[in-house]
């Protein structure tokens, strides 16, 4: 992987963590989203491979985690959108 690839790959795991935080049930979640982003700053000046290694694990595992709390719309890539209206709930298959 080229040093390109891999700060675009760090790049859509921040984002796609910052995503799952917004629904994360807590009062404390603007103060944990701050902690995200000073984990990934701070992650920036690592410069040993096996603590970059490490780092990276951990937030994946975060990101996992997160994700149980996503709505089932945002956790299906390519599934089912559940739309209400005043008719009832309609199922669209993509």
Excluded: C, W
Excluded at 30 to 44: A, L, S, Y
Aim: charged share 30%; proline share 2%; glycine share 8%.
């Amino acid at each position: 992987m080229s040093a390109l690839e891999g700060r675009q790959a760090v790049l859509r795991l921040y984002r796609d963590i910052l995503t799952a935080a917004r629904y994360f049930p807590s009062r404390k979640r603007d103060r944990i989203i701050d902690g995200i982003k000073q984990e990934f700053r701070d992650g920036r000046a690592l410069t040993d491979e096996a603590k970059v290694q490490h780092a990276l694990r951990v937030a994946r595992r975060g990101l996992s985690d997160l994700q149980s709390y996503l709505p089932v719309n945002m956790t299906q890539k390519g599934g089912t959108d559940i739309s209400i209206t005043l008719k009832g709930a309609t199922v669209e298959e993509h």
